[in-house]
């Protein structure tokens, strides 16, 4: 029985890696969609029919394409960093509460904070690796950036952690039954989605690449399958936020229709705050973090502990 559990685990876990793959691919097309309309121009339209095998011709042309190494750089860091991102990315969702035969357990919300903290070594070493200054540079803007906000966003989890009562994501299931959180938490809702802007390195807060100064940022060097990897896994991280996001403050319910469709308009979101807001200024950033979305996120927490030690002394 134990075998047949595990062989099930394994093709449960490979297919999740084959649909998120396909997934990831159509965010891209749905992205360079989305924000030539936006701009007022076609987007991929040559390719097949409206352009829908675009991301894999991509595919193809990025893996086949010649690997180049600098002559410089630490090539075993080099070339690990990101495989070691993208593996990052795809084992955070194990912990999503699938009933089936997968991964389900306990302490989901702590093992998705360990794996997005591990990110930000494949960032720094990818940078360092290169051993190019303006990859540097771009690590250094990436890591300062994702450390600040990883701050706000694992005080809006503890939040929602003494409000449930538990690690387990199937939680927020059990409990937006008959209200989402989203009613009654409005405000922490536009926090923690501007916290995964930030915590994804997307606009307005992609200060990991500045065209005027850092070209491409920390992945600058990086060049065919390497870049793909890169890519890959920062959109399989969009794409985990949308659900994190959905299951969080939308109600909880993986198995309905709606529950998709609701992942694809954040995922829609995420593009169309792309194509409206400008960057922002780096200090005006990190101001952000430290001095609003902080004091903010320490607040609720404060309020939800108070909240529930009224709760357990009305109890007892």
Do not use: H
């Amino acid at each position: 029985m134990l075998y047949k559990d595990l062989i099930l685990s394994m093709i449960g876990s490979l297919m999740l890696i084959i649909f998120l793959m396909i997934g990831v691919a159509f965010l891209t097309l749905l992205e360079r969609k989305v924000l030539s309309y936006i701009q007022i121009r076609k987007g991929p339209n040559k390719v097949g029919l409206m352009g829908i095998p675009q991301p894999f011709c991509d595919a193809i042309k990025l893996f086949t394409k010649e690997q180049v190494y600098p002559i410089l750089s630490n090539y075993f860091s080099y070339y690990i960093s990101p495989i070691f991102s993208l593996f990052l990315s795809l084992l955070v969702w194990l912990c999503i509460p699938y009933f089936i035969k997968m991964f389900n357990f306990n302490l989901g919300l702590l093992f998705f904070l360990c794996c997005i903290s591990l990110g930000v070594y494949s960032l720094m070493v990818a940078g360092w690796s290169s051993n190019s200054i303006y990859s540097l540079l771009g690590a250094l803007r990436a890591i300062a950036q994702t450390i600040s906000y990883e701050v706000s966003l694992i005080l809006i989890l503890l939040s929602f952690i003494f409000l449930i009562g538990c690690f387990n994501i199937l939680m927020f299931n059990i409990y937006q039954q008959y209200i989402w959180f989203m009613l009654i938490m409005f405000p922490l809702m536009m926090v923690w989605f501007a916290t995964s802007l930030a915590e994804t390195n997307r606009t307005p807060f992609d200060f990991a690449e500045g065209e005027s100064e850092l070209v491409s940022g920390f992945n600058v060097e990086y060049s065919s399958g390497s870049f793909a990897l890169i890519f890959l896994a920062e959109y399989a991280s969009i794409l985990f936020m949308s659900l994190l996001f959905s299951l969080m403050f939308l109600g909880g319910d993986i198995y309905s229709i709606l529950f998709f469709m609701k992942l694809s308009f954040l995922s829609f979101l995420f593009i169309w705050v792309r194509g409206a807001l400008p960057r922002f200024r780096y200090d005006k950033l990190m101001y952000l973090a430290w001095k609003s979305f902080l004091p903010f996120s320490l607040n609720y927490l404060m309020m939800f502990i108070g909240l529930k030690i009224m709760l357990l002394t009305l109890i007892f």
